[in-house]
T-cell receptor, first 114, second 115 residues
Framework: AQSVSQHNHHVILSEAASLELGCNYS??????LFWYVQYPGQHLQLLLK??????LVKGIKGFEAEFIKSKFSFNLRKPSVQWSDTAEYFC????????????FGKGTHLIIQP | SAVISQKPSRDICQRGTSLTIQCQVD?????MFWYRQQPGQSLTLIAT?????????ESGFVIDKFPISRPNLTFSTLTVSNMSPEDSSIYLC????????????FGEGSWLTVV
């Protein structure tokens, strides 16, 4: 079974700092990659996704992620964070076969201090 | 994407009772899924509910505890039976849209607290 590792469980940054959240997965075949965000008290929302093509994908709210196949990584980045980015971020990897092929990381709790 | 509505959004339940969560989608979808997100944890797939067939449960989840219905292509229910405090969790309905490359979209979740 595949696994998804998010390196940081808690991250605290100041506003305007740059952000990079790590995500590594273990599956060696073709994958679809996702980042989801869950703002406090809200439901899970899709932030961005990668299926094929340009390994640098841009999502909503200024987020982007880069797929590096050789490193099995899909790190999330944002050049300048805002207080409103405080949320839980989940990396997910889909390796096919229905929903049981979608594996979530344990999440990173991001806190942005004003 | 699609609009996924869940009811109830929140509830406080007594130990030993059962609660049914409803999930309504604004378009017809083949694949619907139920996830659980326990406090401070990531998402765990409970079962896959495809219309016209029995739900397929993941390891650790059984039909007697989490019976699921899927009467049509826009609706599903999940029942949490004989609840205990360990069942306190967010339960999420989700769908897969083939024209979005198997992207999975989530409902707003049903936050259940068992006392």
């Amino acid at each position: 079974a595949q696994s998804v590792s998010q390196h940081n469980h808690h991250v605290i940054l100041s506003e305007a700092a740059s952000l990079e959240l790590g995500c590594n997965y273990s599956y060696g075949g073709t994958v679809n990659l996702f980042w989801y965000v869950q703002y406090p008290g809200q439901h899970l929302q899709l932030l961005l996704k990668y299926f094929s093509g340009d390994p640098l994908v841009k999502g909503i709210k200024g987020f982007e992620a880069e797929f590096i196949k050789s490193k099995f990584s899909f790190n999330l980045r944002k050049p300048s964070v805002q207080w409103s980015d405080t949320a839980e971020y989940f990396c997910a990897v889909y390796s096919g076969g229905g929903a049981d092929g979608l594996t979530f990381g344990k999440g990173t709790h991001l806190i942005i201090q004003p | 994407s699609a609009v996924i509505s869940q009811k109830p959004s929140r509830d406080i339940c007594q130990r030993g009772t059962s609660l049914t969560i409803q999930c309504q989608v604004d378009s017809q979808v083949t694949m619907m899924f139920w996830y659980r997100q326990q406090p401070g944890q990531s998402l765990t797939l409970i079962a896959t509910a495809n219309q016209g067939s029995e739900a397929t449960y993941e390891s650790g989840f059984v039909i007697d505890k989490f019976p699921i219905s899927r009467p049509n292509l826009t609706f599903s229910t999940l029942t949490v039976s004989n609840m205990s405090p360990e069942d306190s969790s967010i339960y999420l309905c989700s769908i897969s849209l083939r024209n979005s490359g198997n992207t999975i979209y989530f409902g707003e979740g049903s936050w259940l607290t068992v006392v």
